[in-house]
């Protein structure tokens, strides 16, 4: 299932609630943009360049799968460090079961 299919099913959920809110009560500014990035996480050397992109206000899909399949050693390391980093900056982080990972900014909760 990719990502595509995965927001399309969590979107048409007949009994998800779903609020929505006018433009001025979002407090949203014509100049303010909200990124939304796909990227893969392929060591512990990418922990780095993901904790960048995150501190600059990016939401981030991570494929983690195909290091999954490559080396559970080194994908339990890269996720621990990443998850060290997720409680010392406040941000969220979850595991899809699709072999993703969703990291999002302080001001971005994930609703479980």
Same mark, same amino acid.
């Given at each position: 299932m990719?990502?595509?299919? *995965?927001l399309?099913k969590?979107?048409? $959920?007949k009994?998800?609630?779903v609020?929505e809110?006018? $433009? $001025?009560?979002?407090? @949203?500014?014509e100049g303010?943009?909200l990124?939304i990035r796909?990227d893969s996480?392929?060591?512990m050397?990418?922990? =780095?360049?993901v904790a ?5 206000g ?7 799968? =195909?290091?999954?399949k !490559? =080396?559970?050693?080194?994908?339990q @390391? @890269?996720?621990?460090k990443? !998850?060290r980093?997720c409680m010392?900056? !406040? *941000? =969220?982080?979850?595991?899809? $079961?699709d072999g993703y990972?969703?990291? @999002?900014?302080p001001?971005? !909760?994930i609703?479980?």
């Amino acid at each position: 299932m990719a990502i595509k299919d *995965w927001l399309r099913k969590v979107l048409v $959920e007949k009994d998800s609630n779903v609020v929505e809110f006018p $433009e $001025e009560a979002a407090g @949203t500014q014509e100049g303010d943009k909200l990124n939304i990035r796909i990227d893969s996480l392929s060591g512990m050397e990418d922990v =780095d360049r993901v904790a960048g992109l995150v501190k600059q206000g990016n939401i981030l899909f991570l494929k983690v799968k =195909d290091l999954q399949k !490559k =080396d559970i050693g080194q994908f339990q @390391t @890269t996720i621990q460090k990443l !998850k060290r980093n997720c409680m010392q900056f !406040k *941000w =969220d982080i979850v595991g899809l $079961e699709d072999g993703y990972l969703i990291v @999002t900014p302080p001001f971005a !909760k994930i609703e479980r």
